[in-house]
């Protein structure tokens, strides 16, 4: 004999359960963003150094090769600061020149913007194009004609989750940055006489060229470079 089929409740997930897969869910997801927020933090940071470090560094050869043209074909008669002449607050370098013998003067430059509010042009490094001119201290530059060789993210300082500045010893080392100490006043062009010739011919030279710095401090140099085309006498 058969026995009788008898109705069998029907069971299933029960709303505890829901609930409890769904908070199991929720702290997964929250665990997830943290992760992804820290990992975008960092990488952020990674991205914007590296990103001021080769702009730093292409404008600092840039200038440098910019800076040798200083003082080819003028005369050594030639005062010096008709020649080369660093602004009083030492962020603007000019200097004169002939692209080729026999043609007309050129006056070209460099001007380093470091302040926030310093005028209409932005942060940065800039070209200061050539232009006809019979003195380097006479040349002028309007804003509209400064080309950028280095912007903003040449300033760039990394920063922590919270937006608070490293302290001291967590700080990079060794950055290419043109973003001066707090405590002074910035990086500055600096003209020193100098040879400009190689290690032991320096000693019988009879007339010395001009060696420019970019520095905030002694030991503190963005680069430096000789011009041996400004020559003046040692005395000078």
């Known amino acids: 004999m058969t026995p009788p089929i008898t109705a069998r409740r029907q069971r299933g997930q029960s709303l505890i359960s829901m609930m409890v897969g769904l908070v199991i869910s929720l702290l997964t997801i929250a665990a997830m963003l943290v992760l992804y927020k820290n990992m975008i933090e960092s990488t952020?940071?990674?991205?914007?150094a590296a990103l001021r470090d080769g702009q730093v560094a292409s404008a600092l050869l840039a200038a440098q090769i910019e800076l040798q043209e200083?003082?080819?074909g003028i005369p050594a008669a030639d005062t010096l600061d008709s020649r080369l002449v660093i602004s009083n607050d030492g962020k603007q370098i000019a200097w004169r020149f002939k692209q080729e013998l026999g043609q007309a003067d050129l006056c070209a430059g460099?001007?380093?913007?470091?302040?926030?509010?310093?005028?209409?042009?932005?942060?940065?490094?800039?070209r200061l194009p050539p232009k006809l001119c019979g003195s380097a201290a006479a040349a002028t530059w309007a804003d509209?004609?400064?080309?950028?060789?280095?912007?903003?993210?040449?300033?760039?300082?990394?920063?922590?989750?919270?937006?608070?500045?490293?302290a001291g010893a967590e700080r990079e080392v060794g950055a290419l940055t043109l973003r001066g100490a707090a405590d002074g006043a910035g990086y500055r062009f600096v003209a020193v006489p100098d040879?400009?010739?190689?290690?032991?011919?320096?000693?019988s030279v009879e007339r010395t060229g001009q060696r420019v710095?970019?520095?905030?401090?002694?030991?503190?140099?963005?680069?430096?470079v000789c011009l041996p085309n400004l020559t003046v006498s040692p005395a000078a």
């Open 195 to 203: 040879a400009c010739l190689p290690y032991q011919q320096q000693d």
């Open 213 to 224: 710095i970019l520095r905030q401090a002694s030991d503190d140099v963005l680069f430096s």
């Open 144 to 166: 509209t004609e400064w080309h950028p060789v280095a912007a903003e993210a040449a300033f760039f300082d990394p920063i922590q989750k919270d937006g608070s500045a490293f």
């Open 70 to 72: 200083a003082g080819f």
């Open 110 to 126: 460099l001007r380093l913007v470091d302040a926030v509010n310093s005028g209409t042009a932005a942060r940065g490094l800039y």
């Open 44 to 48: 952020g940071n990674a991205s914007r």
